[in-house]
């Protein structure tokens, strides 16, 4: 796969790659649509930066990457959301 594809996302300070074409495969989303013109995209460090908890984020692209998710993905993703409310 050409470097030039990949894309660099950084979830609340973690960085996180992947290419565009896994990105694509859950057409109409946000992360389906980015292009350098986005205000998020920072062409000094080639990256997307979301302002969001990164806890989740790699089991969200994980479900890109394999186009499903496992129980213990799900539970795990609970267990981050109610244990994350109240540290």
């Known amino acids: ?9 950084n979830v609340g300070g973690i960085r996180h790659e992947t290419y565009t ?17 986005l205000a998020n995209y920072d062409p000094v460090l080639n ?5 969001r908890h990164p806890g989740v984020f790699s089991m969200i692209l994980n479900y890109y990457r394999t186009g499903g998710c496992t129980v213990d993905d799900i539970l795990n993703m609970l267990y981050f959301l109610c244990t994350d409310q109240y540290p």
């Open 1 to 9: 796969m050409d470097t030039e594809h990949r894309v660099i996302l």
């Open 47 to 51: 990256e997307y930066f979301f302002d």
């Open 21 to 37: 074409h896994v990105l694509k495969k859950i057409p109409a989303t946000r992360l389906s649509r980015l292009t350098p013109n």
